[in-house]
């Protein structure tokens, strides 16, 4: 909860009528004075404005302001380019998992390739460019 509190702002009846109705509302020491920081925190990762407009909206507290499934594929993250493409080509270029060049070391002195060190798949064309621009 307190990680929550940190990225989308403390929980409270000013943000979220009613969830003082909830059973485990009084029951927790949530934490207060929080303020929402979803677009702030996610800038510096997600290059695309709306596709952190989109999260934004995604990670609403209250259900009631919170996007739902329609209106996020109707937001302006899904049409505007580059327009969502078959990824079967993008992803072929893959031979091994992202995830160890991606994440960080989990503990200090471990033994992995420093990122500048990696290769990086090149391209095959200017569309699959822009969409790993958007994804990384």
């Known amino acids: ?24 509302f009084t029951k927790m020491e949530l934490p207060r004075g929080q303020k929402r920081k979803v677009k702030e925190r996610l800038k510096p990762y997600v290059k695309d404005p709306y596709a952190c407009d989109l999260l934004d909206k995604l990670l609403m507290l209250d259900p009631k302001k919170r996007t739902d499934s329609d209106s996020a594929l109707n937001h302006d993250f899904f049409w505007t380019d580059p327009m969502p493409s078959e990824l079967s080509k993008m992803l072929a ?39 790993q621009d958007r994804v990384f």
Not at 121 to 126: E, I
């Open 1 to 24: 909860m307190t990680l929550i509190s940190q990225l989308c702002g403390s929980i409270s009846t000013e943000v979220w009528p009613g969830v003082d109705n909830l059973e485990l």
């Open 93 to 131: 270029q893959h031979t091994q998992s992202m995830f160890e060049y991606l994440a960080p070391p989990r503990r200090p002195g471990h033994m992995r390739a420093h990122p500048q060190q990696m290769v990086q798949p090149k391209p095959t064309s200017s569309m699959d460019s822009g969409f």
